[in-house]
């Protein structure tokens, strides 16, 4: 399964993790800080759902959340 909502074109981005050290200024430390970044996938809330095309047809798609809530497909 390709990881790609078919209506908006989210997909998979790169990004990294920071691992932050020690304690913050405002709890009354000296500050964190930075002692890893790990590279990361963030991906996207994909559901498989059961969409009617504008021609009339049934079809199951990968869809984001994010196109759901905004109402951008029309459920079968």
Same mark, same amino acid.
């Given at each position: 399964?390709?990881?790609?909502?078919?209506?908006?074109?989210?997909?998979?981005?790169?990004?990294?993790?920071?691992? #932050?050290?020690?304690?913050?200024?405002?709890?009354?430390?000296?500050?964190?800080? &930075? &002692?890893?970044?790990?590279?990361?996938?963030? #991906?996207?809330?994909?559901?498989?759902?059961?969409?009617?095309?504008?021609?009339?047809?049934?079809?199951?798609?990968? &869809?984001?959340?994010?196109?759901?809530?905004?109402?951008?497909?029309?459920?079968?």
């Amino acid at each position: 399964m390709s990881r790609i909502c078919a209506i908006t074109g989210r997909r998979p981005i790169r990004g990294g993790k920071i691992t #932050r050290k020690g304690q913050s200024k405002k709890s009354g430390g000296i500050g964190t800080h &930075v &002692v890893k970044n790990s590279k990361r996938t963030f #991906r996207p809330n994909l559901q498989r759902v059961r969409v009617r095309m504008p021609n009339g047809q049934v079809k199951r798609i990968w &869809v984001s959340a994010k196109a759901l809530k905004a109402g951008k497909v029309v459920k079968a």
